[in-house]
């Protein structure tokens, strides 16, 4: 069974640092792209980011790109979404998922919600300004 655990998230003033982290389990990861996406109150899920967890491959939403990178550790199975220069707009639930089909289908841009299969539980990611 495919989990995956999000943590790291806090407050932080504006201009700040933060980094969250999905831990996760049950599947060969390296056969599937992932995604962090973010929800606010009142929103929609916006996309963030998706990334082949063997690297190379990476999309970044405008919003973030140049503030916002990924890391990942595979012996710990973990995925690692840094976030700098942080604005009152990031403020969200931020969450981690996996691709609902398989890296061999081709690298394209996996933007929506509907295209992963799993998610985390989230983490809440406060911007204070």
């Known amino acids: 069974q495919v989990q995956l655990v999000e943590s790291g998230g806090g407050l932080v003033q504006a201009g700040g640092s933060l980094r969250l982290s999905c831990a996760a389990s049950g599947r060969t990861f390296a056969n599937y792209d992932m995604g962090w996406f973010r929800q606010a109150p009142g929103k929609d899920r916006e996309f963030v980011t998706t990334?082949?967890?063997?690297?190379?491959?990476?999309d970044f939403a405008d919003s973030v790109k140049g503030r916002f990178t990924i890391s990942r550790d595979n012996a710990k199975n973990t995925v690692y979404l840094q976030m700098n220069s942080l604005k009152p707009e990031d403020t969200a639930v931020y969450y981690c998922a996996v691709a609902i089909s398989p890296i061999w289908a081709g690298w394209g841009p996996k933007r929506k919600p509907e295209e992963y299969a799993y998610w985390g539980q989230g983490t809440q990611v406060t911007v204070s300004s």
């Open positions: 990334f082949r967890w063997s690297g190379g491959n990476t």
